[in-house]
């Protein structure tokens, strides 16, 4: 298994970009190999779609069958090529394809965080921090490696503890980490 795939064409992009299909390469992470219909159940779609969403994903060579893992010919399991995906920014159309949907989910995020505050009637917890911080260029590099480094760690927490207590309700939380110098420029009225 790779450890790092990287997405840079087209097909990719549009594979990971899809939602379901986050949770199905996570859900996989998790079991490590499952058929369509352990991964429809644990992410709450119909195996038809999950399976869908698998050949998807497939033809851009972000899962593979495991068929040593299989009962007979017909019984399909899948497994991630990858530990991680990490999409390369300097492919065409790269920033736009991943920033649909995580735009689309920040912008639904902030009117619950406004509406409900850290804790929605839902009792999911959502936090938002927009701020503004003075900092040298060395700093800056410093607290985004900081940043970084605990989502690993967080990361890597979570995947354990969600293959250890595999029957534990576990939500899909998203993170969106973004620190930047702010232009002017890049304002809007």
């Known amino acids: 298994m790779e450890e790092t795939f990287l997405v840079q064409s087209p097909e990719e992009l549009k594979a990971i ?3 379901l299909r986050q949770k199905i390469l996570m859900q996989l992470a998790v079991l490590e190999h499952a058929r369509a219909t352990d991964l429809a159940q644990a992410v709450g779609e119909p195996a038809n779609s999950v399976s869908f969403h698998l050949r998807t994903l497939a033809r851009a060579g972000m899962v593979v069958e495991a068929p040593e893992l299989a009962r007979d ?3 399909r399991v899948w497994r991630n090529v990858a530990e991680s995906y990490r999409i ?3 492919s065409p159309g790269a920033t736009a394809q991943a920033m649909r949907p995580a735009t689309a989910w920040l912008s639904d995020l902030v009117a619950r965080a406004s509406d409900g505050g ?3 009637a839902d009792g999911r917890r959502r936090t ?3 701020n503004n911080v003075l900092l040298t260029a060395d700093e800056a590099e410093q607290f985004g490696n900081e ?3 605990l989502q690993e760690r967080w990361t890597d927490r ?3 503890a969600a293959r250890e207590h595999r029957g534990e309700n576990r939500e899909y939380y998203q993170l969106l980490l973004a620190l930047g110098p702010r ?3 890049t304002t809007t009225d």
């Open 128 to 130: 938002l921090v927009l």
């Open 73 to 75: 010919k017909r019984d």
């Open 158 to 160: 979570a995947l354990a």
């Open 147 to 149: 940043l970084v480094e």
């Open 88 to 90: 390369d920014s300097s």
């Open 118 to 120: 850290p804790a929605d």
């Open 183 to 185: 232009d002017a420029e």
């Open 17 to 19: 970009a899809h939602p």
